[in-house]
């Protein structure tokens, strides 16, 4: 089942980049591209930055490096669908199958196609072994960073990546952070649901709880790929099938309405992180039980009412 996710990722990006990453420069394209450019002496950072054009920390490139020495668009493809398989395998370890409906919600189908970092840091997420390609995306690792378990054997070979960069181009650092001002995101905290999803935070030492509210902290974009970590939070098909959906329903009123998917993240935060966070309480026993409670009461006052 995981090979199977693996291969048709990889099938996926071959029909999607037949032929090489020269004008594809975003995300993973842009570290690839990077990679090759550490490896023939170029500057990774003479691109001009946009909106469609944001560069990313010198790490990424580190990161994919071994695999942008494939020709053309294998080493991604690769990288990609083994990534793929191994989310597949650890969302199934235990049996629990229904977690693989992630690989048909729009987040990871935007991933997919734009050959984003997300599927990479919910694999970090549950395997903390590839914790290192959280450096590759700083807005993203927060919520991953606070989630996940630090081993000693983690947080040195972590750190090792992170020095590496550094040794190949010690400017690097200033040269990204000159060039991320055109960065265009939202931030689900500072929006009209920012006072209710601050109720997340009280629920802070369970770990689906904190993850959501890590998220609305985080600056993202707002083509559906940076919301993939949130199809962590469901615990049942169900809750799993309720997000999907959901965020399906918003997906194609977008595609339907508009020109393009970059609109107002109010489309986001309503089919997706609303949804999300409602799943978080749901799971919160106190909050289940209080429910519970008061539905109860309604009902028994109701069939009271019958009998009388």
Same mark, same amino acid.
């Given at each position: ?8 990722? *990889?099938? +996926? =990006? $071959? !029909? ?7 004008? @594809?420069? #975003? ?60 989310? *597949?395998? +650890? =969302? $199934? !370890? ?7 409906? @992630?690989? #048909? ?62 040794? +190949? ?10 060039? @991320? ?128």
């Amino acid at each position: 089942m995981s090979f199977l996710a693996g291969v048709l990722a *990889a099938v +996926v =990006l $071959i !029909r999607l980049h037949p032929h090489h990453l020269d004008g @594809v420069l #975003v995300d993973m394209g842009w570290a690839f591209n990077a990679a090759r450019d550490l490896w023939e002496g170029r500057d990774p950072y003479r691109h001009e930055p946009s909106i469609m054009l944001v560069p990313y920390p010198l790490t990424a490139a580190i990161i994919v490096f071994p695999w942008a020495l494939f020709p053309g668009v294998w080493g991604l493809v690769l990288l990609f669908g083994i990534v793929s398989a191994c989310l *597949a395998y +650890v =969302l $199934i !370890r235990d049996d629990q199958y229904w977690r693989l409906i @992630v690989f #048909v919600s729009p987040a990871y189908f935007m991933a997919l196609k734009s050959i984003q970092w997300s599927p990479f840091f919910m694999l970090a997420l549950f395997l903390p072994i590839v914790a290192p390609v959280l450096l590759a995306k700083p807005t993203l690792a927060l919520p991953v960073a606070l989630s996940i378990s630090w081993t000693p054997l983690r947080l040195l070979i972590t750190v090792f990546v992170g020095i590496i960069p550094f040794i +190949v181009m010690p400017d690097w650092l200033w040269r990204w952070i000159d060039q @991320v001002g055109n960065y265009d995101g939202f931030i689900p905290l500072i929006s009209w649901f920012g006072p209710i999803f601050l109720l997340s935070g009280l629920f802070w030492r369970d770990v689906r709880a904190r993850l959501f509210f890590l998220m609305t902290l985080i600056p993202q974009h707002r083509f559906f790929y940076d919301q993939l970590l949130l199809w962590a939070i469901p615990q049942t098909r169900q809750q799993m099938l309720i997000l999907t959906i959901s965020s399906w329903i918003g997906f194609y009123y977008i595609w339907l309405s508009f020109d393009t998917l970059w609109v107002n993240e109010v489309y986001l935060l309503t089919t997706i992180y609303l949804p999300a966070f409602l799943i978080t309480l749901w799971q919160q026993p106190v909050i289940h039980q209080r429910f519970r409670a008061v539905f109860g009461m309604l009902l028994s006052k109701h069939d009271r009412v019958d009998i009388q």
